[in-house]
């Protein structure tokens, strides 16, 4: 997988290369990317005791700024506004790669499923909210999304209906309770809440 990410990514470098091809080659690299994603998600999930993951304390402000730089990316071509506010830090006791996923994960929908709008990351004592302007999905919809391979509206390109079941199987293993609430055509709100977190208030937030 890597192989071929960096194989595009030396292929990307080329000046000659056609607009066609190079957005080709992009949708390649990212392709790549997810694919790289979900391995490491699956691993994660795989491994059969919680040894050998770190158990140090991890901030969520610093996840949440370089998930939510990369999650952008998928919609640099939509009119979307971002905001993302911190009164705190929140810290967690878990492993990053697990956080990087499952926030990850959850920022990706929120710009994959919202084509013109904002969305609002907002770190609070205890928990993660991110709230979407987007396309929403039912009441009923929103039971089914952790099921595997559950994709409401099917002809969006991209998705394979698994991100949100990973989000699900890593909140039921390390404690972290996720809800959904949305509204077809309003949007949909996240939230994550982290039980034994410490809130550090005022440090330093991101902007
Ligand atoms: N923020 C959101 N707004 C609207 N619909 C959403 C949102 N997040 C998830 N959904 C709906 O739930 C479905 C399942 O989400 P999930 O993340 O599991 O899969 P996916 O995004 O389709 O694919 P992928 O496996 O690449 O994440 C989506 O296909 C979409 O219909
Ligand atoms: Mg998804």
Known sequence: MTVIRIAADMLLSEQELSAPAQSSVLRIKRAAQDMEELMEAFLLLARES????????????????EELERARLIAADKPIEVDSTAAGRLWVVGPDKVLASLIGNLLRNAFSYTDSGRVTVRLDPGQLVIEDSG??????QVKQVFQPYFRASPQRRGGHGVGLTIVKRLSDR???????????????????????ARWEAGANPPP
């Open 135 to 140: 396309i929403g999905i039912s009441e009923q």
């Open 50 to 65: 919680d040894q050998g993951f770190t158990q140090e304390e991890v901030c969520v402000n610093d996840i949440v700024t």
């Open 174 to 196: 390390f404690g972290w309770p996720v809800e959904i609430a949305s509204t077809p055509g309003q949007g949909t709100r996240v939230m994550v809440r982290f039980p034994a």
